[in-house]
């Protein structure tokens, strides 16, 4: 398959091209950054843009940063980057566990860390570590920058609270202390999970002081397991706590059926990946792997 006719460009600043996003609205304009999920859907004419606006010739998008406490990586960052990156290991560990899961090499070398956000496939699972982060998606448009929370960011399958008239050009990254895992449920390496886990857990005191979970592949979006969570703080770090948070972080999953999985296989593999995650991250907090 080949997609339809479109128009091209391939502005050099962010300004540039959020010009182009409100020039050619009419056109239904889709921005290319590594272009490993939008061109795969114009080749097959699910996606039927326009006018394509080109982001790799915008400087300055291509860079990871640290902003006091935070990790920001650019719009252009490569997966394949990102996941050789120091400053990705020491300020956003999950991210770089994650990013081995994502796809295979060829496809991680021109995808983009941002755009695998921007996409918000359900099942992919930089927007399940996005989630479980509490990161900020920096978005440009006509009205200038603006900071989008994860929590707000996810709206449906491949839908965002991005404007049609903006550029998603960083994601910011607190850094969190403490143990993290990410772990998930694939027929073979590579394809896209059944089931994702992004787990971030912290210990004080012999007490877990903080936990974040987030899971992919189970409902229309990424998911916070925000009463397994709290199931989680306050608790001694032992196989109670866990399994009780289990227990509650899978009690209200309804995910959709497929020919890969039905319902009640993709819940009972959420529970136990939801288990190992937990038990992975708490291993790390604890120094015990």
């Given at each position: 398959?080949?997609?339809?006719?479109?128009h091209?460009?391939?502005?050099?600043?962010?300004s540039?091209?959020?010009?182009?996003?409100?020039?050619h609205?009419?056109?239904?304009?889709?921005?290319?950054?590594?272009?490993q999920?939008l061109?795969?859907?114009?080749?097959?004419?699910?996606?039927?843009?326009?006018?394509?606006?080109?982001?790799?010739?915008?400087a300055?998008l291509d860079?990871?940063?640290?902003?006091?406490?935070?990790?920001?990586?650019?719009?252009?960052?490569?997966?394949?980057?990102?996941e050789?990156?120091?400053?990705v290991?020491?300020?956003?560990?999950?991210?770089?566990?994650?990013?081995?899961?994502?796809?295979?090499?060829?496809?991680?070398?021109?995808?983009?860390?941002?755009?695998s956000?921007?996409?918000?496939?359900?099942?992919?699972?930089?927007?399940?570590?996005?989630?479980?982060?509490?990161?900020?998606?920096?978005?440009?448009?006509?009205?200038?920058?603006?900071?989008i929370?994860?929590?707000?960011?996810?709206?449906?399958?491949?839908?965002?609270?991005?404007?049609?008239?903006?550029?998603?050009?960083?994601?910011?990254?607190?850094?969190?202390?403490?143990?993290?895992?990410?772990?998930?449920?694939?027929?073979?390496?590579?394809?896209f999970?059944?089931?994702?886990?992004?787990?971030?857990?912290?210990?004080?005191?012999?007490?877990?002081?903080?936990?974040?979970?987030?899971?992919?592949?189970?409902?229309?979006?990424?998911?916070?397991?925000h009463?397994?969570?709290?199931?989680?703080?306050?608790?001694?770090?032992?196989?109670?706590?866990?399994?009780?948070?289990?227990?509650?972080?899978?009690?209200?999953l309804h995910?959709?059926?497929?020919?890969?999985?039905?319902?009640?296989?993709?819940?009972?593999?959420?529970?136990?990946?939801?288990?190992?995650?937990?038990?992975?991250a708490?291993?790390?907090?604890?120094?015990?792997?």
């Amino acid at each position: 398959m080949k997609p339809p006719p479109f128009h091209y460009a391939s502005p050099t600043s962010v300004s540039d091209a959020v010009t182009l996003l409100v020039e050619h609205a009419d056109e239904e304009p889709r921005v290319l950054a590594g272009g490993q999920s939008l061109v795969p859907l114009m080749n097959f004419r699910l996606a039927q843009p326009g006018y394509l606006v080109d982001l790799r010739r915008v400087a300055g998008l291509d860079t990871i940063r640290h902003d006091g406490e935070v990790l920001v990586i650019g719009a252009m960052v490569r997966q394949a980057t990102a996941e050789r990156s120091p400053e990705v290991a020491l300020g956003a560990p999950l991210l770089a566990e994650a990013l081995h899961y994502v796809a295979h090499l060829p496809i991680r070398n021109s995808g983009t860390v941002v755009g695998s956000i921007a996409h918000a496939d359900p099942a992919a699972e930089l927007p399940a570590v996005a989630l479980a982060l509490d990161a900020e998606m920096t978005a440009v448009g006509p009205q200038g920058e603006r900071r989008i929370p994860a929590a707000e960011f996810f709206q449906g399958p491949f839908t965002t609270s991005l404007g049609a008239d903006e550029i998603l050009t960083a994601v910011r990254l607190p850094h969190v202390r403490g143990g993290h895992a990410f772990v998930e449920f694939a027929r073979t390496h590579g394809n896209f999970a059944l089931v994702g886990v992004a787990a971030l857990i912290g210990v004080e005191n012999g007490r877990i002081s903080s936990a974040a979970l987030a899971l992919s592949g189970v409902a229309p979006t990424p998911i916070r397991l925000h009463a397994a969570e709290q199931a989680l703080v306050g608790a001694a770090p032992e196989g109670a706590a866990v399994s009780a948070a289990v227990d509650v972080g899978t009690a209200g999953l309804h995910p959709a059926g497929d020919l890969q999985a039905g319902t009640t296989t993709r819940i009972d593999i959420a529970r136990a990946y939801l288990r190992r995650g937990i038990e992975r991250a708490l291993d790390r907090a604890l120094d015990r792997r």
